[in-house]
């Protein structure tokens, strides 16, 4: 947000430089983000001076050429050559000295130089009104009034502006300061924590008065949700023409393009006083009458920048009798505006509801100076002060006279905010005791009302129009940034508290597992949030019925929370396989949304998703594709880091999951994970296999807190191993085995591994061998081999009677 300095200084008479201010705005949560300066014409006039024409002779050698000589203040005349039609002496002219830089149309700087022309001395110009840009005639030179004394510097005589230029970067919450008044306001009251006491000068509506109740345009507010005051008067007898220059002159220092002078004054106390305003031209209003409502959904509707829109059934319009207008606090039409032509307007002035236009605003991608004060909420009550403010500014301007009663249509006032402050908690909140007198000025320089003052509080009124200040904090945020951040002292003893927060905090047990991850060579990756509602189309457990919609989502691609990590992560996974990037390990913890009746949940997962090659290719090893059972060992690895073992496993086939394996304690499903279906892999334009695993992280939560873990000393004797070559049917699996196993031998059995599985030649129809090594030890003795056989031949007996299995 730009701010005039010049400007400022008309609401606040401050004789601070634009620096040392801008310093204190900044302190005040005014962030200066920088000073630019401003001439209203270019170069600001340095080095031209007023000069007298004392001769003027034929130039000898050309014929459309003057040799003159200029008295411009100095001990000597200098000569001047100039091919000027209209150069005569005894004229008072502008005159360009040696070393002053002029500027072109385009904005090019070029430099006066002594020189020759034609063989003729010239040491400096006379100039015409465009080449020192106090206009666009170049028919001749300027000429001056006789009564202008010599060598008089030109700036002082056009009255050049020059002016400092704050560009703000505000914060959507401080809409009280998006204009020059609110910034004056603030300003106020950090002058007077500087001991620098300045009235708050507002332009007086005083003179406002009715001239002629001769144009009677009738208003009628049809939705007053989303228009609580609506205000609106006539004026008549107007002539549209440029604005005058101290008008330009403001416009112009904050970037904005002069147009006539009605629109000229809307914007002018717009950025003045931060109230939005539109005029009508009065004869394009159908009926004479006003209609503040919406319309159909796709009604068409052109703006003021030639583009046909479609209308939302809860767009906000201006309408008259037969057409819309208007699109309220947002953009005006192209056929209500005001032209050269008009002659009479309807003048109005409004308070819009801010979410309404927000989303209006969005819909139609239309971001204006109006739509970004009126979504951020203005002052309700200063709604007629700046109508007549405008009004005035227009007859005094563009002449005309006040043609019709102010309609003001409020029927329901909003109420200014009443907080209540408390001392202590001022003192916890801001660190140090700030005296209460100095709390109170503080507060009444804000324009916020002490009702009463107590031992331990106070009692406030906050103004509507500061609807970011509805809570104690929020007060005692205001008393400290017009106090001074920096002012609030620092001690030298620092103190700290040691926090007993428990090693299974949620925060720390995926820094564990992120970390075990990445060093496995996989990627964390954080998809959004939200998601697409077609996704739910693609799994059967997944219900459109589930899907928490978006209020007002950017895009139907992200209208809903995402039920399920699966989609998001293939989509990078998709994103990275059409950038070359095929072989992929990634790992993401995120969340899960679902709306279940009345309910609305979230649960935490962790999804891991692989595909490609394990490793890069490299000479010296052999790439090997990732597969389920790369997977798995992952998944076991992360569990087995948390301490959770002796898992309940079942084979899954999911519509998602081509084949799997879920993994469960009791009735609590820890994680499933498999091959994902090619349907859904095509959907993503996904050839390639992708295996995907998913952990209910709020299960594994709490499942590991109850994780008891143990200590023992490394034993002191040596393991024994033993090898079975077992032939078992087809549908026996490793499960079963070591089940067995560790029934048969529960002290000294201490680990069974299945290192080889063989089916093929040479063996019976339906069989299978797989080979499984036993690891025994007896932590007290070392074990013989008498013992060591007793439990093989236990272990052999046993597998045969139970599971029907053959030594090979």
Request: net charge negative; charged share 25%; aromatic share 8%.
């Given at each position: 947000?730009?701010?005039?300095?010049?400007?400022?200084?008309?609401?606040?008479?401050?004789?601070?430089?634009?620096?040392?201010?801008?310093?204190?705005?900044?302190?005040?949560?005014?962030?200066?983000?920088?000073?630019?300066?401003?001439?209203?014409?270019?170069?600001?006039?340095n080095?031209?001076?007023?000069?007298?024409?004392?001769?003027?002779?034929?130039?000898?050698?050309?014929?459309?050429?003057?040799?003159?000589?200029?008295?411009?203040?100095?001990?000597?005349?200098?000569?001047?050559?100039?091919?000027?039609?209209?150069?005569?002496?005894?004229?008072?002219v502008?005159?360009?000295?040696?070393?002053?830089?002029?500027?072109?149309?385009?904005?090019?700087?070029?430099?006066?130089?002594?020189?020759?022309?034609?063989?003729?001395?010239?040491?400096?110009?006379?100039?015409?009104?465009?080449?020192?840009?106090?206009?666009?005639?170049?028919?001749?030179?300027?000429?001056?009034?006789?009564?202008?004394?010599?060598?008089?510097?030109?700036?002082?005589?056009?009255?050049?502006?020059?002016?400092?230029?704050?560009?703000?970067?505000?914060?959507?919450?401080?809409?009280?300061?998006?204009?020059?008044?609110?910034?004056?306001?603030?300003?106020?009251?950090?002058?007077?924590?500087?001991?620098?006491?300045?009235?708050?000068?507002?332009?007086?509506?005083?003179?406002?008065?009715?001239?002629?109740?001769?144009?009677?345009?009738?208003?009628?507010?049809?939705?007053?949700?989303?228009?609580?005051?609506?205000?609106?008067?006539?004026?008549?007898g107007?002539?549209?023409?440029?604005?005058?220059d101290?008008?330009?002159?403001?416009?112009?220092?904050?970037?904005?393009?002069?147009?006539?002078?009605?629109?000229?004054?809307?914007?002018?106390?717009?950025?003045?006083?931060?109230?939005?305003?539109?005029?009508?031209?009065a004869?394009?209003?159908?009926?004479?009458?006003?209609e503040?409502?919406?319309?159909?959904?796709?009604?068409?509707?052109?703006?003021?920048?030639?583009?046909?829109?479609?209308?939302?059934?809860?767009?906000?319009?201006?309408?008259?009798?037969?057409?819309?207008?208007?699109?309220?606090?947002?953009?005006g039409?192209?056929?209500?505006?005001?032209?050269?032509?008009?002659?009479?307007?309807?003048?109005?002035?409004?308070?819009?509801?801010?979410?309404?236009?927000?989303?209006?605003?969005?819909?139609?991608?239309?971001?204006?100076?109006?739509?970004?004060?009126?979504?951020?909420?203005?002052?309700?009550?200063?709604?007629?002060?700046?109508?007549?403010?405008?009004?005035?500014?227009?007859?005094?301007?563009?002449?005309?006279?006040?043609?019709?009663?102010?309609?003001?249509?409020?029927?329901?006032?909003?109420?200014?905010?009443?907080?209540r402050?408390?001392?202590?908690?001022?003192?916890?909140?801001?660190?140090?005791?700030?005296?209460?007198?100095?709390?109170?000025?503080i507060?009444?320089?804000?324009?916020?009302?002490?009702?009463?003052?107590?031992?331990?509080?106070?009692?406030?009124?906050?103004?509507?129009?500061?609807?970011?200040?509805?809570?104690?904090?929020?007060i005692?945020?205001?008393?400290?940034?017009?106090?001074?951040?920096?002012?609030?002292?620092?001690?030298?003893?620092?103190?700290a508290?040691?926090?007993?927060?428990?090693?299974?905090?949620?925060?720390?047990?995926?820094n564990?597992?992120?970390?075990?991850?990445?060093?496995?060579?996989?990627?964390?990756?954080?998809?959004?949030?939200?998601?697409?509602?077609?996704?739910?189309?693609?799994?059967?457990?997944?219900?459109?019925?589930?899907?928490?919609?978006?209020?007002?989502?950017?895009?139907?691609?992200?209208?809903?929370?995402?039920?399920?990590?699966?989609?998001s992560?293939?989509?990078?996974?998709?994103?990275?396989?059409?950038?070359?990037?095929?072989?992929?390990?990634?790992?993401?913890?995120?969340?899960?949304?679902?709306?279940?009746?009345?309910?609305r949940?979230?649960?935490?997962?962790?999804?891991?998703?692989?595909?490609?090659?394990?490793?890069?290719?490299?000479?010296?090893?052999?790439?090997t594709?990732?597969?389920?059972?790369?997977?798995?060992?992952?998944?076991?690895?992360?569990l087995?880091?948390?301490?959770?073992?002796?898992?309940?496993?079942?084979?899954?086939?999911?519509?998602?999951?081509?084949?799997?394996?879920?993994?469960?304690?009791?009735?609590?499903?820890?994680?499933s994970?498999?091959?994902?279906?090619?349907?859904?892999?095509k959907?993503?334009?996904?050839?390639?296999?992708?295996?995907?695993?998913?952990?209910?992280?709020?299960n594994?939560?709490?499942?590991?807190?109850?994780?008891?873990?143990?200590?023992?000393?490394?034993?002191?004797?040596?393991?024994?191993?033993?090898?079975?070559?077992?032939?078992i049917?087809?549908?026996?699996?490793?499960?079963?085995?070591?089940?067995?196993?560790?029934?048969?031998?529960k002290?000294?059995?201490?680990?069974?591994?299945?290192?080889?599985?063989?089916?093929?030649?040479?063996?019976?129809?339906?069989?299978?061998?797989?080979?499984?090594?036993?690891?025994?030890?007896?932590?007290?003795?070392?074990?013989?081999?008498?013992?060591i056989?007793?439990?093989?031949?236990?272990?052999?007996?046993?597998?045969?009677?139970?599971l029907?299995?053959?030594?090979?």
């Open positions: 947000m730009k701010i005039s300095y010049n400007w400022l200084k008309q609401f606040i008479k401050t004789d601070w430089d634009a620096e040392k201010t801008g310093e204190l705005l900044t302190d005040l949560g005014l962030e200066i983000e920088g000073i630019d300066t401003y001439e209203s014409v270019k170069g600001g006039l080095g031209i001076v007023i000069g007298e024409v004392l001769t003027c002779k034929q130039h000898p050698n050309a014929d459309r050429l003057k040799v003159t000589t200029v008295n411009i203040g100095e001990a000597e005349p200098v000569q001047i050559v100039c091919g000027a039609p209209n150069v005569a002496a005894g004229q008072k502008p005159v360009a000295t040696i070393g002053t830089t002029l500027y072109t149309a385009e904005g090019e700087a070029w430099k006066i130089k002594k020189g020759k022309i034609r063989g003729e001395e010239s040491h400096g110009m006379i100039c015409a009104e465009d080449e020192l840009g106090l206009g666009e005639s170049h028919d001749g030179i300027m000429i001056l009034d006789a009564d202008l004394k010599v060598g008089t510097p030109a700036s002082e005589v056009f009255k050049i502006e020059n002016d400092a230029i704050f560009e703000i970067g505000l914060t959507p919450n401080r809409a009280d300061a998006m204009s020059h008044y609110g910034v004056a306001r603030d300003l106020k009251a950090g002058l007077l924590q500087k001991d620098v006491q300045l009235e708050l000068i507002t332009p007086s509506v005083s003179s406002f008065h009715v001239d002629a109740r001769s144009l009677k345009i009738d208003v009628d507010v049809k939705d007053k949700e989303k228009a609580p005051r609506y205000c609106g008067v006539t004026i008549s107007i002539k549209v023409e440029p604005s005058p101290w008008i330009q002159h403001r416009l112009k220092s904050i970037g904005l393009s002069p147009i006539n002078n009605v629109v000229d004054i809307t914007n002018y106390v717009l950025h003045e006083l931060g109230q939005p305003l539109h005029a009508f031209d004869n394009k209003i159908s009926g004479n009458k006003i503040v409502k919406t319309c159909a959904t796709g009604t068409k509707f052109t703006t003021l920048d030639e583009v046909e829109r479609e209308l939302h059934e809860d767009d906000l319009m201006i309408c008259d009798a037969e057409k819309p207008l208007c699109i309220a606090g947002v953009f039409g192209v056929n209500s505006g005001v032209t050269e032509g008009t002659t009479s307007i309807f003048l109005e002035s409004a308070y819009f509801n801010p979410v309404s236009i927000r989303k209006t605003a969005k819909r139609h991608g239309l971001n204006t100076d109006a739509s970004f004060r009126f979504e951020r909420g203005i002052d309700p009550n200063i709604t007629e002060y700046a109508l007549k403010r405008a009004a005035l500014l227009i007859t005094e301007i563009a002449g005309g006279e006040i043609s019709s009663d102010i309609s003001d249509t409020y029927p329901n006032k909003i109420e200014d905010f009443q907080v402050l408390s001392f202590d908690n001022a003192k916890k909140l801001i660190g140090e005791e700030i005296p209460r007198e100095t709390i109170k000025s507060l009444t320089s804000l324009e916020i009302k002490v009702n009463n003052v107590t031992e331990t509080g106070l009692g406030l009124t906050v103004p509507a129009y500061r609807n970011d200040v509805q809570r104690e904090a929020d005692i945020e205001e008393i400290l940034r017009v106090y001074g951040y920096n002012n609030v002292g620092t001690t030298e003893k620092l103190n508290s040691i926090s007993n927060s428990t090693r299974f905090e949620d925060y720390k047990l995926q564990i597992i992120g970390n075990q991850l990445a060093s496995q060579g996989f990627y964390e990756i954080m998809t959004n949030s939200l998601t697409t509602a077609k996704y739910t189309e693609l799994s059967d457990q997944l219900h459109t019925d589930n899907n928490v919609q978006m209020l007002n989502p950017l895009s139907t691609d992200l209208g809903v929370m995402r039920q399920s990590l699966l989609f992560g293939l989509e990078a996974v998709a994103y990275n396989i059409n950038r070359k990037r095929s072989d992929l390990k990634l790992f993401e913890f995120g969340k899960t949304y679902h709306h279940y009746s009345d309910n949940e979230e649960y935490k997962h962790l999804s891991l998703f692989v595909t490609g090659n394990k490793s890069e290719e490299r000479w010296n090893t052999s790439v594709a990732s597969d389920f059972f790369y997977l798995k060992g992952t998944v076991e690895a992360i087995q880091r948390l301490g959770l073992n002796r898992l309940k496993s079942g084979p899954i086939k999911t519509d998602v999951l081509s084949e799997g394996v879920s993994l469960s304690v009791g009735k609590k499903k820890i994680v994970f498999g091959l994902v279906k090619k349907s859904i892999l959907h993503f334009g996904i050839s390639q296999p992708v295996l995907y695993a998913d952990f209910n992280w709020d594994v939560l709490e499942l590991v807190q109850h994780n008891a873990i143990k200590f023992k000393s490394i034993p002191k004797f040596p393991e024994v191993r033993r090898d079975f070559a077992l032939l049917d087809k549908n026996v699996t490793f499960e079963d085995i070591y089940t067995v196993a560790q029934q048969t031998e002290q000294l059995l201490k680990n069974v591994n299945l290192f080889d599985v063989y089916e093929g030649k040479n063996l019976p129809s339906g069989k299978k061998s797989y080979a499984v090594s036993f690891t025994l030890q007896d932590e007290h003795k070392t074990l013989n081999d008498k013992q056989d007793k439990i093989m031949s236990k272990l052999q007996s046993n597998f045969e009677s139970k029907g299995a053959e030594l090979r």
